[in-house]
């Protein structure tokens, strides 16, 4: 697969995370097709289109990203305002907030699950 293709592939999943609900880097990269890419998801969210919800994407201990623009404070305040409850150190709990596309990764999120 091309850099282009898993490009692609990431943008498309970040457009479908529903208001009040997140996934993580390696979430994405590997139901992208490249499960060792979480950094590369990385730097697709940081340069990637504006006008995709990446407030919706996390670290695998729910942490919020210093590189969102403006900042882990403008991201909280973005998933606050769906709903998400951002504690005082700028982590959700994944477990209430976590959206996984379909039951047909159900062996994704149990390896998920078991971090």
Known sequence: ???QQFKDRVCQLVARIPPGKVMTY??????????RS????GGI?????????WHRVV?????LAAGYPGGRRTQAM???AEGVEVDSSNIIKLA????????????????????
């Open 1 to 3: 697969m091309s850099h």
């Open 26 to 35: 390696g979430q994405m990269a590997a139901l992208s097709g490249s499960p």
């Open 38 to 41: 979480a950094r590369i998801v």
């Open 45 to 53: 969210a940081h340069y990637g289109d504006d006008a995709l919800p």
């Open 59 to 63: 670290n695998k201990r729910g942490g």
């Open 78 to 80: 973005h998933l606050r």
């Open 96 to 115: 209430k907030y976590i959206w996984w596309p379909d039951d047909s990764q159900s062996e994704q999120k149990s390896r998920h699950d078991k971090e």
